[in-house]
């Protein structure tokens, strides 16, 4: 199946349950909800992996992602690269996040 990832919204590999287009905040935690379920899982040292859908679409990924890090986890993050803005990369940098995975498009 050729990949019809040029939109976030059409993306097949990044959408993995609601396509982003029907997504609303409705449906999608805050960050006080996943600042709860990190300290619920904190003692068992996971890596995190931020995936999605395209995981800069929400508002606080990288208050989510110092979070992670406050808590002594690693954090690794699935992207199609879209939304890396140079503010983005060098924030990734400064908070040490152990991988990024992009998905390249043919």
Request: glycine content about 4%.
């Amino acid at each position: 199946r050729d990949s019809d990832c040029g939109s976030h919204s059409r993306c097949y590999l990044w959408n993995n349950t609601d396509s982003v287009i029907n997504q609303t905040s409705q449906n999608e935690l805050d960050i006080i909800s996943w600042k709860k379920i990190i300290d619920k899982i904190s003692h068992f040292m996971p890596d995190i992996v931020l995936s999605g859908g395209e995981p800069f679409l929400y508002k606080d990924t990288t208050e989510l992602i110092k979070y992670i890090k406050t808590k002594g986890m690693e954090c690794s993050i699935m992207t199609n690269g879209t939304l890396l803005a140079k503010d983005i990369i060098k924030n990734l940098v400064e908070l040490e996040i152990k991988s990024i995975s992009q998905t390249l498009h043919r």
